[in-house]
């Protein structure tokens, strides 16, 4: 497979089930360099007592026993990270699927090391930020051989071509769903296994989630999420950005544009957002049916 152009048949697989894995991408010493900055933030956790704006802290964390859950947006301090996402290693699938002109949402390291990684509850990504079309999908950085037992990312085929199903407990937004009540079996979830320096991809409205890391080994996942320059929020707007300057500086490549591509394809807005600590970790403790256990 060449690392630009993905071949019709995975284009059509994409349409179809709304994931992908393209294994053994990202060159091995990219990886290295990878894990190298990693250590970093390992080491700065030493430090720490609570969770940073760069990093999110596993609720067992101490400053002798270090854990980082999550590294948050790496993109905007980490050179080797950002370096990483302007490259053709992950815009070239990106702009097979969803077109030349391509803006970022987010980035986030998300760290699931040997023995009590934290779980994901099944969730689409559509349902934290809704847009006007769903040409929108996260591109995910396979850091650490990915098998059955070491929590990997798992995603239910198909469901991207399902409704956004409701997040909320309490009318409070939770950021996670109730499976049985959607009417999801664990038993038809497929993993997103691959051997370190591959990467998955799935589409932002699948349902997808992750178990704890019982292993002896981690599972690091580095998200670069985007999507088509047309697809523009639906709640707030640019409110998340300080001006549409600002939301331009997102291009990851292309064209920017002020005409939106407005699709009917159904949405639901994550309203009212909880006043705690948004992270996905955080807000999920609020879903009274869980689909996995929580670290300890």
Not at 129 to 154: K, Q
Not at 262 to 285: C, H, M, W
């Amino acid at each position: 497979m060449s690392f630009e152009t993905l071949t019709p048949s995975q284009k059509d697989f994409y349409d179809a089930q709304g994931y992908l894995v393209l294994e053994q991408r990202i060159p091995d010493d990219v990886l290295d360099r990878l894990r190298a900055e990693i250590a970093k933030y390992q080491e700065q956790a030493k430090h720490l007592s609570e969770s940073t704006d760069e990093i999110d802290l596993e609720d067992s964390h101490t400053p002798d026993d270090p854990r980082v859950r999550r590294i948050k947006l790496p993109h905007t301090h980490n050179k080797v990270m950002r370096n990483l996402m302007f490259s053709d290693l992950i815009l070239a699938p990106a702009r097979d699927l969803i077109g030349p002109d391509l803006r970022l949402h987010t980035s986030k390291l998300n760290m699931k090391s040997a023995g009590y990684g934290a779980a994901v509850e099944w969730h689409q990504d559509f349902a934290f930020y809704p847009h006007t079309n769903d040409d929108v999908l996260a591109i995910a950085v396979i850091l650490d051989d990915m098998e059955s037992e070491n929590g990997p990312l798992m995603v239910f085929p198909g469901s991207h071509k399902h409704p956004i199903y409701d997040h909320h407990v309490d009318g409070v937004f939770a950021g996670a769903m109730d499976l049985e009540a959607c009417g999801f079996d664990m038993k038809d979830a497929v993993e997103l296994k691959g051997p370190a320096g591959s990467v998955s991809i799935h589409h932002g409205r699948i349902v997808h989630g992750s178990a704890l890391n019982r292993s002896d080994r981690d599972r690091r996942l580095l998200f670069y999420e985007m999507m088509a320059a047309d697809a523009f929020p639906i709640m707030g707007s640019l409110t998340r950005w300080s001006d549409i300057k600002d939301y331009n500086d997102r291009m990851l490549c292309g064209d920017p544009t002020l005409e939106p591509r407005v699709q009917s394809i159904g949405a639901r807005i994550p309203a009212p957002l909880p006043t705690d600590n948004f992270t996905i970790y955080e807000i999920q403790k609020r879903l009274q049916a869980r689909s996995f256990e929580v670290a300890k």
